[in-house]
């Protein structure tokens, strides 16, 4: 699936402060490792159906054996791993008898010291992984497991390791013993090693999405096969809010454009950017926020929230949101998939020319029945134009007010609303009040 950095950001999937993002909210990586796969799974959402399939039966999986991941490997384990091959170690012996151990350990001592330490976290990690092996193995319903156990039996297949693991107290060893492994594990297991952590970073990524389905009770949604655009949700909600509004939505071929109004503060972004990351989510192969969700493969999605002017080049506000609306138009002409979100179109510049560009603009739109569109806006006023119009559902998020009270339902209403409330802000906030006492 196509997203592009504007769409990122403003979705805040991934932001300049990392703690505001949905990436960050959505990450219990116990590893740096597994946040690096994390971060680049979110960078890659998939295109093809057998990808997130494999992903979500992943995910299924790693939330029956939960009680049974490895708490032993940890990010400290995996960093001791590799600064002990970062090492120059002399010649370690593998004798048998203790003598040329004891003489190692006195003529080496800081050396020795720290082999005997890593060599308890090697421990950790094949423990750990073989846990994993067995458990991996057992489910028949996660190709992508299957195969991480298949390697990681590949990797384990030295009859050092299997001694270490029917060992009944494996980190209660002799010196000379210690020094064997410890040889072993420095000549003869780096490349099985680093093939056990990078693939355990990729399980911790896994294992962080399974966790996060569970935490923020996402449910898995279904993918509909046909040349046709589809979403259809119930129980939406935006997976960053506590106590979020959810919201009932569908777009297929026969609607699929949302013309969406209401006031200031009513919840039109938040329930544009709730879309979008469902949208998302779904081609992570992860859960969504909502009950349940229908929906068509897409190939691409793309924002246009928060736009920007440029000082430095000295591009107005305006110019930068045509430049992305004519972006926008070239992207989806190669009549593929592609979920478009628009808030507040056309803000840099005056309602008359505002409206006349954005009825303009819907038009165009509308010749792209293989997208979907939601289009917030404030130019109500356009709305009545395209109520003949059988592809366009028009939607609206209520306030009420009473006596200078502003009430906000954050419910998806039908309809369109022409409800304006800046003033009234204004009043609450006391701004009119400190004018009325300024004197000239």
């Known amino acids: 699936m196509e997203i592009d950095k504007h769409t990122y950001e403003e979705l805040s999937i991934l932001t300049h402060e990392e703690q505001d993002s949905l990436l960050h909210r959505l990450n219990y990586c116990t590893t740096h490792g597994g946040s690096k796969a994390l971060r680049k799974r979110f960078l890659h959402p998939f295109s093809d159906r057998e990808q997130i399939r494999n992903t979500q039966e992943a995910l299924k999986a790693l939330l029956q054996v939960e009680a049974q991941w490895p708490t032993e490997i940890t990010n400290g384990t995996l960093l001791v791993i590799e600064k002990f091959y970062e090492y120059h170690y002399g010649k370690i012996p593998e004798s048998h008898s203790p003598v040329p151990a004891l003489l190692y350990q006195a003529l080496n001592k800081p050396e020795y010291a720290l082999l005997r ?42 009859p050092e390791i299997e001694t270490l693991l029917r060992s009944k107290q494996p980190k209660t060893r002799s010196k000379a013993a210690a020094l064997r492994l410890g040889s072993f594990f420095y000549l003869r297991f780096r490349t099985d090693a680093e093939a056990l952590i990078s693939l355990f970073h990729q399980l911790d990524a896994l294992h962080s999405m399974s966790k996060a389905v569970k935490q923020l009770q996402l449910s898995f949604p279904e993918f509909i096969d046909g040349e046709d655009p589809l979403i259809q949700v119930r129980g939406l909600f935006h997976p960053m809010l506590s106590n979020a509004v959810s919201y009932d939505v569908q777009f297929d071929t026969q609607t699929n454009f949302m013309f969406l109004t209401g006031a200031n503060m009513s919840g039109k972004s938040t329930f544009i950017k709730a879309v979008g990351i469902a949208v998302y989510l779904a081609h992570l192969g992860m859960g969504v ?112 007010t009473t006596d200078d009270e502003i009430r906000f339902s954050y419910q998806l209403k039908e309809g369109i609303s022409n409800e304006r409330i800046g003033y009234l802000i204004l009043k609450r906030e006391k701004v009119i009040e400190l004018l009325d006492q300024l004197h000239p």
């Open 289 to 400: 926020p909502a009950k349940t969700m229908q929906l068509s493969l897409f190939e691409g999605m793309l924002t246009n929230i928060q736009v920007q002017d440029d000082l430095v080049k000295g591009e107005s506000y305006f110019f930068n949101e045509v430049q992305r609306i004519k972006n926008t138009i070239l992207k989806i002409s190669d009549n593929r998939k592609w979920l478009i979100l628009i808030d507040e179109l056309f803000k840099g510049t005056n309602i008359q020319d505002a409206m006349q560009c954005s009825t303009v603009v819907i038009n165009g739109l509308l010749k792209f029945r293989k997208c979907v569109f939601i289009l917030s806006t404030h130019l109500y006023e356009i709305g009545p134009a395209f109520t003949q119009n059988s592809h366009i559902s028009f939607r609206h998020f209520e306030t009420t």
């Open 117 to 158: 330490f890593s060599i308890t976290h090697f421990i950790d990690l094949v423990i750990g992984m073989d846990r994993l092996c067995q458990h991996f193995a057992a489910s028949q319903q996660s190709v992508l497991l299957q195969e991480a156990a298949a390697l990681i039996r590949k990797c384990l297949k030295h």
